[in-house]
């Protein structure tokens, strides 16, 4: 009576140790899908990062060059018509001046350092890979500045691949293989087997509520670190817009000034009835100056909110 006894005992452990291992089994499953899916949008959102801030950096590439031919052509023309027309009329370019309003000695050597600065640039690029080059450099700093404030702090977020070993089971393809043999035990009903599987079961199911639960702790910071990512990508889209919106003055700026410029390179220069012509040139290019002085992004790698008022206060000119 006590072998039955006992073999009923062992064949109730036996199957409450076979449910319980394939608990754990199941737990085991459900946490590495938990893990895998956690690890593709951690990817995809890493990746979505990566593609904003290349876009970002060849809309601030774009802006660079667009600052370096504004440079050359616009400011560097006007210092060259200040300087010509001042040798026609005998006159230092101080003389030639001081019957124009609009500009001021200081002011022109400004100009000139902002021409020459971008000549010394457009020079080193000839002499470097070629054009590609002028986006990197011609970016005034701008590209620089968001890649090494406002990106790499959310590019190094630690990310880990998820494995039954590193969800720390070690064992764990030891209790699943070795759970069909110990299955087969105790369909014979040996009395040893039974506890043997229970052992084995219990002992997998709580490793596998041990991988459910670090798989959801995994969930919880992949999700914490996407939250991140995307506070990245939303600032990325900030400044997209801000340089978008700075080009489209400087572009407007610029159409206007070389209009000017053209007009008055048509003919000699005649103080008197040209002085107005002068004046609109001037202040159109102490504009893009201004612009081209005030960085997208401040020291702290935010966005600069001079920037705004910089656009506030030439924008009436852009809609001339």
Same mark, same amino acid.
């Given at each position: 009576?006590?072998?039955?006894i006992?073999?009923?005992?062992a064949?109730g452990?036996?199957a409450l140790?076979i449910a ?8 085991i ?16 959102a890493?990746?979505?990062?990566k593609?904003?801030?290349q876009?970002t950096?060849?809309l601030?590439?774009s ?5 370096l031919r504004v440079r050359?052509r ?5 210092v060259e018509?200040?300087?010509?027309n ?5 006159k230092?370019?101080?003389?030639f001046l001081e019957?124009?309003e ?7 050597e ?10 010394e @640039?457009l020079?080193?690029? %000839? ?7 002028a /986006?990197?450099? +011609?970016? $005034?700093?701008l590209?620089?500045?968001v890649?090494t404030?406002?990106?790499p702090?959310f ?10 070993a590193e969800l720390g089971?070690?064992? @764990?393809?030891v209790w699943? %293989?070795?759970?069909?043999a110990?299955?087969?035990? /105790?369909?014979? +009903?040996g $009395?040893a087997?039974?506890p043997a599987?229970?052992?084995g079961?219990f002992k997998?199911?709580g490793?596998?509520e041990k991988?459910?639960t670090q798989a959801?702790e ?8 996407i939250a991140?990512i995307?506070?990245?990508?939303d600032?990325?889209?900030r400044?997209?817009t ?10 407007k ?6 209009k000017?410029l053209?007009e008055l390179?048509?003919?000699d220069?005649l ?6 012509a002068f004046?609109q040139?001037?202040?159109?290019v102490?504009?893009l100056?201004e612009?081209?002085k ?7 790698g935010?966005?600069?909110p001079?920037v705004i008022?910089v ?6 000119l852009?809609d001339l």
């Open positions: 009576m006590i072998p039955i006992l073999g009923v005992v064949a452990a036996g140790g319980k291992g394939a608990e754990g089994f199941n737990n499953k459900k946490a590495e899908e938990i893990g895998k899916l956690a690890e593709k949008r951690y990817e995809d890493i990746e979505d990062l593609n904003q801030w876009e950096n060849r601030a590439g802006y660079g060059n667009l600052q050359q616009i400011v560097g023309r006007f018509f200040i300087r010509r001042g040798q026609k009329a005998s230092t370019e101080q003389q019957g124009l609009g500009i001021s000695i200081p002011q022109l400004e100009f000139k350092t902002v021409a020459f600065e971008a000549k @640039v020079n080193l690029v %000839g002499k470097s890979t070629g054009a590609g080059c /986006a990197g450099t +011609g970016a $005034v700093s590209a620089s500045t890649g404030v406002a990106v702090q590019f190094g977020l630690f990310t880990k691949q998820v494995a039954v089971l070690p064992g @764990v393809a699943l %293989g070795g759970g069909n110990l299955l087969g035990g /105790a369909v014979l +009903g $009395v087997v039974g599987l229970a052992v079961g997998l199911a490793e596998g991988a459910l959801r995994y969930q919880a910071e992949v999700n914490t670190q991140e995307r506070v990245a990508g600032f990325l889209r400044v997209e801000r340089i978008r919106e700075i080009g489209i003055l400087v572009r700026l610029e159409t206007l000034a070389s000017q053209d390179e048509s003919k220069f103080p008197g009835r040209d002085a107005a004046q040139l001037a202040l159109l102490k504009a100056v612009i081209f005030t960085p997208i992004l401040d020291n702290q935010n966005l600069n001079l008022n656009q506030a206060k030439y924008k009436h852009g």
